[in-house]
């Protein structure tokens, strides 16, 4: 049985559409990202999901339950917020209490779940102090901890990490997809950090315009993106577009060049027309000039990255970078061949922007 | 021009300083003056033999300065609680906004707008009991229908309390509602998330964490309350008898009517002091939060 499900959900403000129609179905215990550009209505969908802002339409179903009518608090839902929004006047310990001593827990269990909670998330040492007095970082710890004292199995967040700085995001990363794995709840966590959503996720839902535009596990959003924006939005750097045709015999033609397509798996039957190529940095080799299969392309500059480095090379009109070895990227020549991966590629329709 | 400039660095310094001399002799200058007035017995003209505390002691054996003392107490306490309350309900209501909200903060902003004469002298004939809302009902068929407190000893001070709340309570509003417009939109959500009755939201949550604005609008209203005059003269003159009499009201008759500059200065110097004193709980804990 899902968890969450989301049947045809539209939303706007006043003439403006923000949520075209979102259809989702989450499972139980699934960590879900929503991962988005800024202003494509992630935020506006998971506060419907809560209920914090009635949908127009559609319905939204939880455990089995239509909640569409349902008050924020009769959801069985927490939710972690971006600025924390903890209450400034309560201690932590208050923090954590305020919302079950307002539900009518017990007074016992009520310091039971505030002692679990503060050894859960370590901040024990901090119980006495007032919000005001504590760094981002605990602030965020407080947060989650006041999200996971209401034990509801559905926790939302939103951006929750974006006001800690670089080194705190990539620790409390890596605390949350741990606390999922403890707590099994569902999850469902909005960011515009691609690298958060690569990470965390167990499918990343991907939003461009109010619509949900691939929805589907971190890997095959990277290697099958699912529309134009998909493969433009994901991946750093991000995709080498090449605009084309494909002929009718398969091939796709670029300038006067032909490339064959005999190893891309195409979703349908003998599509042709104007088509966009994409195809990742690591997926293009370097070749002598004049091999076969191979484009005539000549060296811009080299990044060096640590690891490795990237080239970026001049070829048919548009810059594109290619993933190369120290070595390699050291001792290249400037007039060279590039020779695309066609299994690992990606077409689009340019009419239609959909994957071929 | 830059380096011009910086030579002349030393320019804001003597801007600034012509400033604080102005302030420093005409405040802090004017009030060594009066206490060292204070310290004499000096009447219509000032006499610089100093007689020690006597004036002081004088002051606090005087039954008008003991009663003056007594109604501001009076006044400050339903005036304050009174317009903060009011003042903040209409905040929230603006806040929760209430239909045609600029027509009602238009409409309670306008009283902070007239002078405290005129509030006063309305208020007075308002309240008159020959000329206002007792005669006008009167005049409707109830005949029995009372509303003399503003010649009643034992409760005209109260009508000054009324009419300070209506000339104050837009000013709290207006600060009040500021502070909430100011309240970070997430914190709702997360109140309405952990369903938290509004009442309870605005008396726990809300109003807690705006405690500066609170502050500040007791700061502004004390003020109001020490240095509280125009509307006395404009209402009751201080009666019927002494009954709304108040410390500025004692310490400007004892300046001109009666002419005893060192009695009045010895009133104004104790003004100034429990100005101080009230305020202190202010200043502790804005020194205490800095450190
Ligand atoms: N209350 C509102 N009234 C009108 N328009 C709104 C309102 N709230 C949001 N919008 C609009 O809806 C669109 C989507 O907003 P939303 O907050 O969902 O974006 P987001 O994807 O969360 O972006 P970000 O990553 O910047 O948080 C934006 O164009 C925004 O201007
Ligand atoms: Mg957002």
Same mark, same amino acid.
């Given at each position: 049985?899902?968890?969450?499900?989301?049947?045809?959900?539209?939303?706007?403000?006043?003439?403006?559409?923000?949520?075209?129609?979102?259809?989702?179905?989450?499972?139980?215990?699934?960590?879900?990202?929503?991962?988005?550009?800024?202003?494509? +209505?992630?935020?506006?969908?998971?506060?419907?999901?809560?209920?914090?802002?009635?949908?127009?339409?559609?319905?939204?179903?939880?455990?089995?339950? $239509?909640?569409? &009518?349902?008050?924020?608090?009769?959801?069985?839902?927490?939710?972690?917020?971006?600025?924390?929004?903890?209450?400034?006047?309560?201690?932590?310990?208050?923090?954590?209490?305020?919302?079950?001593?307002?539900?009518?827990?017990?007074?016992?269990?009520?310091?039971?779940?505030?002692?679990?909670?503060?050894?859960?998330?370590?901040?024990?040492?901090?119980?006495?102090?007032?919000? *005001?007095?504590?760094?981002?970082?605990?602030?965020?710890?407080?947060?989650?901890?006041?999200?996971?004292?209401?034990?509801?199995?559905?926790?939302?967040?939103?951006?929750?990490?974006?006001?800690?700085?670089?080194?705190?995001?990539?620790?409390?990363?890596?605390?949350?997809?741990?606390?999922?794995?403890?707590?099994?709840?569902?999850?469902?966590?909005?960011?515009?950090?691609?690298?958060?959503?690569?990470?965390? *996720?167990?499918?990343?839902?991907?939003?461009?315009?109010?619509?949900?535009?691939?929805?589907?596990?971190?890997?095959?959003?990277?290697?099958?993106? *699912?529309?134009?924006?998909?493969?433009?939005?994901?991946?750093?750097?991000?995709?080498?577009?090449?605009?084309?045709?494909? $002929?009718?015999? &398969?091939?796709?033609?670029? +300038?006067?060049?032909?490339?064959?397509?005999?190893?891309?798996?195409?979703?349908?039957?003998?599509?042709? +027309?104007?088509?966009?190529?994409?195809?990742?940095?690591?997926?293009?080799?370097?070749?002598?000039?004049?091999?076969?299969?191979?484009?005539?392309?000549?060296?811009?500059?080299?990044?060096?990255?640590?690891?490795?480095?990237?080239?970026?090379?001049?070829?048919?009109?548009?810059?594109?970078?290619?993933?190369?070895?120290?070595?390699?990227?050291?001792?290249?020549?400037?007039?060279?061949?590039?020779?695309?991966?066609?299994?690992?590629?990606?077409?689009?329709?340019?009419?239609?922007?959909?994957?071929? | 021009?830059?380096?011009?400039?910086?030579?002349?660095?030393?320019?804001?310094?003597?801007?600034?300083?012509?400033?604080? !001399?102005?302030?420093?002799?005409?405040?802090?200058?004017?009030?060594?003056?009066?206490?060292?007035?204070?310290?004499? /017995?000096?009447?219509?003209? #000032?006499?610089? =033999?100093?007689?020690?505390?006597?004036? @002081?002691?004088?002051?606090?054996?005087?039954?008008?300065?003991?009663?003056?003392?007594?109604?501001?107490?009076?006044?400050?306490?339903?005036?304050?609680?009174?317009?903060? !309350?009011?003042?903040?309900?209409?905040?929230?209501?603006?806040?929760?906004?209430?239909?045609?909200?600029?027509?009602?903060?238009?409409?309670?902003?306008?009283?902070?707008?007239?002078?405290?004469?005129?509030?006063?002298?309305?208020? /007075?004939?308002?309240?008159?009991?020959?000329?206002?809302?007792?005669?006008?009902?009167?005049?409707?068929?109830?005949?029995?229908?009372?509303?003399?407190?503003?010649?009643?000893?034992? /409760?005209?001070?109260?009508?000054?309390?009324?009419?300070?709340?209506?000339?104050?309570?837009?000013?709290?509003?207006?600060?009040?509602?500021?502070?909430? %417009?100011?309240?970070?939109?997430?914190?709702?959500?997360?109140?309405?998330? =952990?369903?938290?009755?509004?009442?309870?939201? @605005?008396?726990?949550?809300?109003?807690?964490?705006?405690?500066?604005?609170?502050?500040?609008?007791?700061?502004?209203?004390?003020?109001?309350?020490?240095?509280?005059?125009?509307?006395?003269?404009?209402?009751?003159?201080?009666?019927?008898?002494?009954?709304? =009499?108040? #410390?500025?009201?004692?310490?400007?008759?004892?300046?001109?009517?009666?002419?005893?500059?060192?009695?009045?200065?010895?009133?104004?110097?104790?003004?100034?002091?429990?100005?101080?004193?009230?305020?202190? #709980?202010?200043?502790?804990?804005?020194?205490? %939060?800095?450190?």
């Amino acid at each position: 049985m899902s968890s969450i499900s989301l049947r045809q959900i539209k939303k706007s403000f006043g003439a403006l559409t923000i949520l075209h129609s979102v259809d989702m179905e989450i499972d139980k215990g699934e960590f879900i990202v929503i991962l988005g550009p800024s202003g494509c +209505g992630k935020s506006t969908l998971l506060n419907v999901i809560a209920g914090l802002d009635a949908c127009d339409e559609g319905q939204i179903v939880i455990e089995g339950k $239509d909640v569409s &009518g349902l008050e924020p608090s009769e959801r069985g839902l927490a939710m972690v917020f971006q600025s924390y929004a903890l209450f400034p006047a309560m201690t932590v310990r208050r923090n954590l209490s305020f919302g079950m001593e307002i539900a009518g827990t017990p007074k016992a269990t009520v310091v039971e779940k505030v002692a679990w909670v503060a050894k859960l998330l370590q901040i024990e040492a901090l119980l006495d102090r007032k919000p *005001a007095q504590l760094s981002g970082g605990q602030r965020q710890r407080v947060a989650i901890g006041r999200a996971l004292v209401r034990s509801s199995s559905i926790c939302l967040f939103d951006e929750p990490l974006s006001n800690l700085d670089a080194k705190l995001r990539a620790e409390t990363r890596v605390e949350l997809k741990q606390l999922h794995e403890t707590l099994g709840s569902t999850m469902i966590y909005v960011t515009h950090d691609q690298i958060e959503a690569m990470t965390m *996720a167990d499918r990343v839902a991907v939003m461009h315009k109010g619509k949900v535009e691939q929805f589907a596990h971190p890997q095959s959003i990277y290697e099958k993106p *699912a529309s134009l924006f998909v493969a433009g939005f994901v991946g750093s750097p991000a995709m080498n577009f090449i605009d084309g045709r494909l $002929d009718g015999s &398969g091939r796709f033609l670029t +300038g006067d060049i032909a490339i064959g397509t005999d190893a891309y798996a195409f979703e349908e039957r003998q599509p042709s +027309g104007e088509i966009v190529l994409g195809i990742r940095c690591e997926d293009v080799t370097v070749v002598d000039r004049g091999a076969p299969e191979s484009i005539p392309a000549s060296l811009a500059f080299t990044e060096l990255l640590g690891a490795d480095a990237l080239g970026w090379f001049d070829c048919l009109g548009k810059r594109l970078s290619v993933r190369l070895g120290i070595k390699a990227a050291r001792s290249m020549r400037k007039e060279v061949g590039l020779r695309f991966d066609m299994s690992k590629a990606s077409l689009f329709s340019r009419a239609s922007e959909r994957r071929l | 021009m830059s380096t011009w400039l910086k030579r002349q660095g030393f320019k804001p310094d003597i801007t600034v300083a012509a400033f604080f !001399a102005v302030v420093a002799i005409f405040f802090y200058g004017s009030i060594l003056w009066t206490f060292y007035m204070s310290l004499t /017995r000096s009447t219509l003209i #000032p006499k610089y =033999e100093i007689v020690g505390f006597d004036q @002081y002691f004088d002051l606090f054996t005087n039954q008008r300065w003991l009663v003056s003392c007594l109604n501001m107490v009076i006044f400050g306490v339903f005036y304050m609680v009174g317009t903060l !309350a009011f003042g903040t309900l209409l905040a929230v209501l603006a806040d929760r906004r209430i239909k045609a909200e600029s027509f009602f903060r238009t409409i309670f902003l306008y009283p902070l707008a007239v002078s405290l004469i005129i509030t006063g002298l309305s208020w /007075r004939w308002l309240l008159d009991p020959t000329t206002g809302l007792q005669a006008l009902i009167r005049g409707i068929g109830w005949e029995t229908f009372t509303f003399d407190w503003l010649t009643r000893p034992d /409760r005209a001070i109260y009508t000054l309390v009324i009419a300070g709340i209506w000339h104050s309570a837009g000013l709290v509003m207006v600060i009040v509602l500021a502070g909430l %417009r100011g309240i970070d939109n997430d914190l709702w959500k997360a109140i309405r998330m =952990e369903g938290i009755p509004l009442w309870r939201a @605005y008396c726990q949550v809300i109003f807690p964490g705006m405690r500066p604005v609170i502050a500040s609008c007791v700061v502004l209203l004390m003020s109001e309350v020490i240095r509280g005059y125009d509307l006395i003269i404009a209402m009751t003159k201080g009666g019927p008898g002494i009954s709304t =009499e108040m #410390p500025a009201k004692f310490a400007v008759d004892f300046y001109f009517a009666r002419v005893n500059l060192g009695l009045a200065s010895a009133a104004s110097i104790m003004m100034l002091a429990l100005s101080l004193i009230m305020l202190m #709980p202010y200043f502790y804990s804005e020194f205490r %939060r800095r450190s």
